[in-house]
Each structure stands twice: as C-alpha cells, then as structure tokens.
C-alpha cells in the first residue's frame, strides 16, 4: 500500500510492479520461509553436483560445466541487488543451462556403455 501513495510519485506501471530488489528477500517474502529454503537448497544441490561433474576430465564437459557454473554464480550474486528469479527469460534460461552438463554427462556414459 505504501508504493500506491501519490506523495511517491510512482508511474501507474512501478505502482502494479512491485519487488523488493533481492531474490532471497523477494522470494521469501512472496512465498514463503519454506519455498526460500528450497530454493536455496536447489541451488546449492546445482551447484555442488555441477562442480562434481568438473571434475571429470572429458574435455567437451569441463567448458560447459564451467560455463553452467559460472551462470548460477552470475544470478545468485546479481539476485543479492536486483530480483531477478522472477522474470521468466531468466529463470527457464538458467534451468535449460542447468540440465545441459547432465544431459552430456548421461549421453556419455550410455555413449561408453555401448562400446
């Protein structure tokens, strides 16, 4: 109610889009103590099972995995100054480049178990 206060002076299109600039804050907020905790916890189960697939030494996996990890890195820090989980371009991105390192990893070891 505070942002709809002429005294702001917000256009019509700031007062219907309101976010509080920080996705641990926003998502917490919006969705609960709960849904934050998942959150975190996919995060970080990405990024920790991203970093075991680095270790693998297949040289097409390393960039891919270092790039996806680097992505992840990239929203969490900038998710610190502006919300950014919520817009969907962004999410279903990081999502898609979340599955590719898998995706290659589980091509590989079928590719492997049938020679």
């Not at 898609?96 to 390192?101: C, D, F, K, S």
Request: aromatic residues 12%; proline residues 3%; without cysteine.
């Amino acid at each position: 109610m505070v942002f709809q206060n002429p005294k702001y002076g917000l256009p019509e299109l700031a007062k219907r889009n309101i976010h509080l600039h920080s996705n641990i804050i926003q998502i917490g907020a919006e969705r609960g103590i709960s849904a934050l905790l998942v959150w975190l916890v996919f995060i970080g189960w990405a990024f920790l099972s991203l970093l075991r697939l680095l270790r693998d030494k297949n040289s097409i996996l390393r960039p891919v995995t270092a790039g996806t990890l680097a992505a992840i890195v990239g929203l969490f820090v900038a998710g610190f100054f502006e919300y950014n989980f919520g817009d969907s371009e962004i999410t279903v991105l990081l999502l898609y480049l979340i599955t590719i390192p898998f995706a290659l990893a589980k091509t590989k070891r079928i590719v492997s178990q049938k020679k």
